[in-house]
């Protein structure tokens, strides 16, 4: 779908050079990416069938094309679907809304940037088809697809405007970092406890079982500094540099010299690994439900 920029729809198999300086960030959904500069433009490429890229078309883009002209902090990709933050604060999401993932309360696609949130927004992360954000206190918000709880809020009820999660002022501990799988959510407290919900399948939610989970589960109690989500896997690390992994593990992404699945018990790690080169993030493959 020409998603890697280079004005061709040709697959590549060493790295070819899209853009050649000022790139700060960059984000990978299914078939479209995006990135931003250094003067806050957001430019994306790729599938653009129901407006992730939003440019106000649905056709594909096989180089990059720019969307927002400056003022963009942050970018998320999910499925079809995509969210950038401003400079202000402000959410704003396009593409692909079949089951309210842009939080705009309703479940129509979006081909052009639609405002979520005005300010606050911190930080966001973008799963399968759903979504979730940070605001400056330290509290959750989730929308979008939920059948399997993955937005947390006690039930299996897909919501298509923003419903919070965890609320600073009511659960002790700022969340402090988020991260999105297809059908799973993770979030890091400032406690260094790590938590998850949703789909548990493979025991991505590392928490000694597969039953989902639709509340979020503490998952380790203290030292997590960063985590990360795959399809049906997931990655953290703790402040003595171990690199920490649960879930799928049929093609060995798990890193841990195996193809079975791991579902470590409840707070503990099992899995404790010495990181000797940067870990390299796979693309989504297509996502089924299981």
Do not use: C
């Not at 890697?4 to 899209?18: H, W």
């Not at 902090?73 to 202000?88: C, E, I, P, T």
């Not at 099992?270 to 390299?280: A, S």
Request: charged share 10%; hydrophobic share 35%.
């Amino acid at each position: 779908y020409g998603q890697l920029g280079d004005g061709t729809t040709s697959n590549r198999y060493t790295p070819v050079k899209v853009v050649d300086a000022n790139v700060t960030q960059v984000a990978m959904g299914q078939y479209h990416s995006l990135f931003l500069k250094s003067d806050g433009s957001l430019w994306a490429m790729g599938y653009n069938g129901e407006g992730p890229i939003g440019d106000g078309t649905t056709t594909q883009r096989i180089s990059p094309v720019q969307v927002v002209a400056s003022g963009v902090s942050q970018v998320a990709a999910g499925y079809r679907h995509s969210l950038f933050v401003k400079s202000d604060g402000s959410l704003w999401a396009m593409g692909y809304n079949n089951m309210g993932q842009l939080g705009i309360g309703n479940t129509t696609n979006k081909n052009s940037p639609v405002q979520v949130v005005a300010s606050g927004v911190t930080q966001i992360a973008a799963g399968y088809e759903h979504s979730l954000f940070l605001k400056t206190n330290g509290s959750l918000f989730a929308m979008g697809r939920n059948i399997y709880g993955q937005l947390g809020i006690g039930n299996t009820t897909s919501k298509n405007s923003p419903v919070y999660v965890v609320d600073a002022n009511e659960v002790p501990g700022s969340v402090t970092q988020i991260a999105a799988g297809s059908l799973h959510s993770l979030f890091v407290k400032s406690d260094g406890s790590l938590h998850a919900m949703g789909y548990n399948g493979y025991g991505q939610l590392g928490n000694g079982n597969t039953t989902n989970k639709n509340s979020h589960v503490q998952v380790v109690a203290s030292g997590v500094t960063q985590v990360a989500a795959g399809n049906y896997h997931s990655l953290f690390l703790k402040s003595d540099g171990s690199l920490h992994a649960m879930g799928y593990n049929n093609y060995g992404q798990l890193g841990d010299g195996s193809t079975t699945n791991r579902n470590p018990p409840e707070k503990t790690n099992d899995l404790i690994l010495t990181v000797e080169q940067p870990y390299v993030a796979e693309t989504a493959a297509d996502v089924t439900d299981p």
